[in-house]
Every structure is written in C-alpha cells, then in structure tokens.
C-alpha cells in the first residue's frame, strides 16, 4: 500500500490519479458491482449525448446486457447512432423524456454535455464557460410511461440513468407507472442551483426515499474549477 500510495503522491504532481480498482475505493468498480450484484439486466441512459456512459458501461465495465439510449440533440444522436449501430443489444431513441408528451426546444451549450431544456443559471456558466448556450434547437418529448411496455416489456431488472441537465424530475414526473418496474437509479443531484426549476439535492433524495429507494452511492460530479466547491454529483439509489 506505501509503493501505491508513494505511485499516486508522484502522479498528483502532474494532475493525475491511480487508485485500486476495488468497489471500496474506485467508483467504476462500485458500480460494476451493484450491475452484477442486482443482476441488471436493462439499462435506460436518458439523456446519452454522444454516448459516453454506455460506452463506458460496455468497454470499463464488461456489461454485455440490454441498453436503450434517448437523446434529443440531433448532432449528439448522430455521434451516438454511429457508435451504437454494431452493437445488437444497443438501441437509440431521438427524443427527450419528460413529463408531458409532444413538440419543444432544448438549448444547446457550446459543449454540447450541458445542453438543456431548462434555461442555465450563472452559477453553471461561471464553473463552465463553455457550458454557455449557442442556440436551440426543436425536439419531441416523450414520457417514460407512454414507450415503458413496449421497449420494457421482457425486462427484469433495470437500471436507470437519468443525466438531463436540471430536467431529471420532470423526467421522474413522466415515469409514474414505470417507476414500480424499476429498482435502481443513477441521477445528477445539484447542491446549488445550475438550472432554471430544477430539484436541488435535498428535494431529489426526499422524493426517491418516498417511492421506496435507498441511497446506495454517491460519485463526485461537477465542482467549480477555482474554488473547488462541489456542486453537483450522481446519487445512486436501489429498492430493495
């Protein structure tokens, strides 16, 4: 453990980290884990931009079971078909889920991972200048609800992931019934306000305890570059 720890003290000096890659002290390796130890066998990533976290669920962590995709950015889901259309197990879906059913617009940022339906707040752009938004675009939204059965309906256990920039309750509004067939859920939590409306932490922990979750994990998320203040991260929750 001293070599180790020695190893990590000279990367810190360049900006760089290694750590085991244990359920204890990586959080890749922790959720490897819960996947497993539920026996997940469907994962919902809302809000899938590019692509990043079902690619880092099938190339880090080795899942091989049932994704399902949904996003609304037509420049993002054209990245996230490419990487999805070899992979038989992977579907993509061009739309936003929310809590309602029909047209709208989502802003776009300059880094394309911020993007919104909701209107960003200062307190976002000055941690983030390139979240800073660009234009708009229009979108259709769906609710989780109204596709649940038929893109849900072979499904056992299923994992959630909702990354939707402030717009995750209005996401859990729209998936009422859906929620009784779901037993994990992974979501940004916001402690400050980064988005016009959205459920900050406190709110999002009362509600999901109040449908019968538990808070299983946490991972650290998005923090302000100079001051190094936290202000968003992932919460991951079961129903046990």
């Not at 949904?70 to 992977?90: G, I, M, N, V």
């Not at 109204?146 to 309750?169: A, H, P, V, W």
């Not at 929620?179 to 992974?186: A, W």
């Amino acid at each position: 453990m001293r070599i180790l720890h020695n190893l990590r003290r000279s990367f810190w000096k360049i900006g760089l980290d290694i750590s085991e890659f244990t359920p204890a002290s990586h959080p890749v390796a922790r959720r490897k884990q819960i996947l497993k130890a539920f026996e997940i066998d469907t994962v919902l990533d809302i809000g899938a931009n590019s692509g990043h976290f079902a690619q880092l669920l099938r190339k880090d962590i080795g899942y091989k079971k049932r994704i399902l995709s949904f996003e609304p950015l037509s420049s993002a889901f054209k990245a996230l078909q490419k990487k999805a259309e070899r992979d038989p197990a992977w579907d993509v879906f061009n739309y936003a889920l929310g809590d309602s059913e029909g047209g709208g617009k989502i802003n776009i940022a300059g880094n394309s991972l911020s993007s919104s339906i909701l209107n960003i707040l200062p307190s976002h752009v000055n941690a983030a200048p390139k979240s800073k938004y660009i234009g708009n675009e229009t979108i259709e939204i769906k609710t989780l609800d109204s596709i649940f059965n038929d893109l849900c309906r072979n499904s056992g256990n299923i994992y959630m992931k909702i990354d939707t920039q402030g717009y995750e309750s209005k996401v859990l509004k729209g998936a009422e019934h859906a929620l009784e067939h779901i037993n994990t859920i992974q979501l940004e939590m916001s402690i400050v306000p980064l988005y016009e409306g959205e459920l900050l932490y406190l709110d999002m922990f009362n509600f999901l305890t109040g449908k019968g979750y538990t808070l299983i994990d946490i991972e650290g998320g998005f923090a302000d570059p100079v001051s190094g203040r936290l202000l968003q991260f992932d919460g991951i929750f079961h129903r046990f």
